[in-house]
Structures are given as C-alpha cells and as structure tokens.
C-alpha cells in the first residue's frame, strides 16, 4: 500500500536549511495497522504530509495506494484517507451533513453519500447523531466522525495523525476498537501518528520508528522489544551462598547476556523470557540451588524508545 524509497523534504529557513526528513524507506502492506513513532520534531508530520500529497519531497520517491505519489497525486488522493490531527468539521456544522458534502467532493452522488454515512455512523458507534450540531459533540464523538469523513469514499488506506491525543481514557480506548475495526470489518490499511505507547503497543501490528528525520527501526512490537536485550530473568536466592552456582546455570541458557549479581538477585537478559524459565527452574533443582523469589519483565515500548533514541517518550507532552 506504501512504499517509499529515500523519502526527503529540506525546508528553507532564515537561520538555513531544516532537513526534517531524511532518506526515508518504508513500506506498508495491505490490512497492516502501522504505528509511526517519535519523539517531538522526528519527522512525523513532514513525512505523513508528503505521503499524503500535501508536500511535495525535496526528493525520492514513493508509490502510495498504488500510484506514484510525483506523477499522480490525485490518484493518491482519490485512494486515501487522511483523518487530520486538528480535525475538519466546523463547530456550525450538522454533522450528517458535513459527512455528505465531504463525499460530494470525491464525486458521491447525495443518496449514496447518504447511505454510506449512516453505515458508517453505525459502525463508529455514532447512531442517533447525525442531526447534531458537530459543537455539541463530545471530543471523542467529534474524533470518531473526523474518522467517518476520512472514510466516505471508501479508501483502502487511512492515515491518522495522532488521533486521540486530548481524549480522556475511555473514549481512547474505545477509539482504538473502532480503528481495529477498520482493518478488521471494513478491510482498511491503517498508517498511524502517535506519541502514546501504550496505543502503539495496543493497536499496531507493525511500527516504525523515526527520529531526526531517519527511520531507526521497525518490526513488530516483539521484534523491537527483543532487539534490547530481550526479557531480563531475575532470581532471588534462598541462600546467597549459592550466588556463584546459579550464576552459572543461568550464563548457559540460550541467548544469555552475562549474569549480573547485585541486591541479592541475579539477573540475566534472554530472547524469550517465559519459555526459558521450566529449563531454569529444573536445572536450578537439580543442582539443589533452592529460590526465594523468580521473575520474567518484559522490556516495554519505552525501553525501546530509549535505547533507540537516547529519549523516554513517557512524560512527552502530545504536541
Ligand atoms: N514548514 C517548516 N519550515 C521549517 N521547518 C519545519 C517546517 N515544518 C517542520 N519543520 C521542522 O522539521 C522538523 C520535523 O518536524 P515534524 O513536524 O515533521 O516533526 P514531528 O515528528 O511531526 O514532531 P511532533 O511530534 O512535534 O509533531 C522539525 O525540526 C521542525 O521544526
């Protein structure tokens, strides 16, 4: 659905040139949900506006929905969807309405807009709502109609930027089932913006990760929390005596990074974590090595973040 090869926009400033993005390759499949990742000033938006046909790239190249993003981009926007951070209804505005006059710009007649805004509404749990004035929405019932004005012309890639940054936990939560629901009731490929985490990690089945305007990493989420290291084994002895035995069996498993002793544990990193730890316990048995304590964590997407950017994207405020 994407794919794009040394991807770049330089900006021209007082103070010189900004280069936001720099060389990027990506590529996105059809019915994948991808997560773009960040830190604040990345590249994020520069690239997604490119991708996008809303800037055109200091140079590269790129196919998006099919056509080439250069040669075609009204191809491009004919087949995507684009679900803007600020959203785009007017506060005035019926919300039907605006869903109807936004269809009409991609040639949909009224009757069919009609009906296909009212599926939609159904299907992003906005029944009952279509006569309202967009001001009196909630902030999650407004996101999820910007989603239902991205969709009217049924594209078959979606881009959303950063879509439920400023709503409270639950309408968050319950955007992230509608945009699975994208992928999975309506076929949709999803390529999303976020500064949260936990939404990546929750919704994403691929992320790519960008920072000073270069790709740094992609993968599944369990393919970027085995690149740090993997999961650290801890074991707290029943008798510290042992230290050195233990240490031992726990050097020899599969992967294992040298064990480190200190606060009375001995912790080492593995690839995998939890499918090692029958093999520990059993070897620890038999050498009559008696535990106090055992515990697998798993390294988080933070840990990634950091290892690959040198910043938490934790306490990041969402632009
Ligand atoms: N129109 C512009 N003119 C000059 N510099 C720009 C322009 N747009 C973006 N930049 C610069 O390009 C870099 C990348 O910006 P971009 O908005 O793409 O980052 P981002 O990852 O989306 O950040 P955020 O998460 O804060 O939205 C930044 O250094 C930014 O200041």
Known sequence: MIHARAL??????????????????LDVERGEIVGFLGPNGAGKTTTLRMLTTLLTPTSGQATVAGHDLIRDPIGVRRNIGYVAQGGVTLPEAIAGEECVDQARLYGLGKSAAAARGKE???????????????????????????????????PGLVFLDEPTTGLDPQSRANLWNHIGGLRDELGSTVFITTHYLDEADHLCDRLLVIDHGQIVASGTKEELKAGVGGDAVIVTLA?????????????????????????????????????LLPRLLRELDAKGVELAGVEVRRPTLDDVFLSLTGRSLRDEPAA
């Open 239 to 275: 008798d510290p005596a042992r230290t050195p035995d233990a240490s031992g069996v726990m050097a020899t498993l599969p992967g294992a990074d040298e064990p480190v002793v200190g606060d009375g544990q001995i912790t080492v990193h593995v690839p995998e974590g939890g499918g």
């Open 120 to 154: 939609l509404f159904d299907q992003l749990d906005l029944g009952g709502l279509w006569e309202r004035k967009c001001s009196s929405l909630s902030g999650g019932q407004r996101r999820r109609l910007d989603i239902v004005i991205g969709l009217m012309h049924s």
């Open 8 to 25: 770049s926009r330089t900006f021209t400033t007082r103070t010189g040139p900004v280069e936001a993005v720099r060389g990027v390759d």
